[in-house]
């Protein structure tokens, strides 16, 4: 990276197109950011429901955004088709067939949180709250605690929306399965039907910037703390040591500032 900030690749840089399909959260951003410091181009998908605000944050880091009429699932078609006709770079953490290079790499990413939540958080860490959408982010950091822990992992609560859960529904299957996207979730980070193939502030410090998305988990572990069933099946006790997985600041201040007055 720090070639690249020097202008070594100003020549070759704008010949190269990176794409992705967001729902306007990190993923859309970081490809959004990571093409504005290298100086290439940059095309982004986003989907019917995608607000305005997550939009416009996303251009002004120099990126065509791309809006089509269907949804999350169809955005992730759309980009791949697209880059594969003009020789465009997908950068993507939803895995299907013929694609899992560079989400592998994207979920490697991802195990950073979980390296830094271990350096930073006294051990036993017993419980991890995470949110999630196609899978990625949440297999990623499972992988690296187990990889780290062995049997002494902490034991995983996955949150998705009940409008898409389809890592609930492969679990019960046992094996992948989409579900069909017909009614959206204001968490638009998790609204996603199809499951990843590779996926098969301080606290006290004050109050925290939690986008749609961030707040999904702890609001499980609020709910799990008042249900005496979920808790026995969680192992929740006053001894459990909870680490809970926020994914998103505020995306969209407007939107943000609505809801937060509805509350």
């Known amino acids: ?55 416009q944050a996303m251009a002004e880091l120099g990126a065509e955004v791309v809006r089509i009429s269907g949804d999350y699932d169809e955005s992730v078609g759309v980009c791949a088709r697209d880059s594969e006709a003009n020789g465009w770079l997908m950068v993507s953490d939803t895995s299907f067939d013929g694609y899992t290079a560079i989400p592998r790499q994207v979920m490697d990413g991802y195990a950073t949180i979980a390296e830094e939540a271990m350096t930073q958080m006294p051990p036993p860490i017993t419980h991890v709250f995470i949110p999630t959408g196609c899978g990625g982010l949440a297999a990623a950091l499972a992988a690296q605690f187990w990889i780290e822990l062995g049997g002494a992992k902490p034991r995983f609560v996955v949150v998705e929306s009940e409008h898409t859960p389809c890592l609930v529904r492969s679990a019960r299957r046992g094996r992948r399965t989409s579900v069909k996207i017909r009614r959206e979730t204001v968490m638009a980070g998790m609204s996603c039907g199809e499951v990843s193939m590779l996926a098969s502030g301080r606290a006290g410090g004050g109050g925290v910037e939690a986008g749609e998305c961030a707040v999904a988990a702890p609001v499980a572990l609020i709910a799990a703390a008042y249900d005496e069933k979920a808790n026995e099946a969680m192992g929740l006790d006053i001894q459990s040591r909870v680490l809970v997985i926020g994914t998103e600041g505020a995306p969209d201040p407007e939107l943000y500032a609505k809801m937060l007055v509805g509350m």
């Open 1 to 55: 990276m720090a070639d690249i900030r020097a202008g070594q690749c100003h020549e070759a840089a704008p010949a190269i197109t990176v794409t992705t399909a967001t729902d306007g959260n990190h993923g859309g951003r970081s490809v959004a950011w990571g093409a504005q410091q290298t100086g290439c181009r940059c095309r982004i998908y986003i989907h019917a429901k995608v607000s305005e605000g997550r939009a």
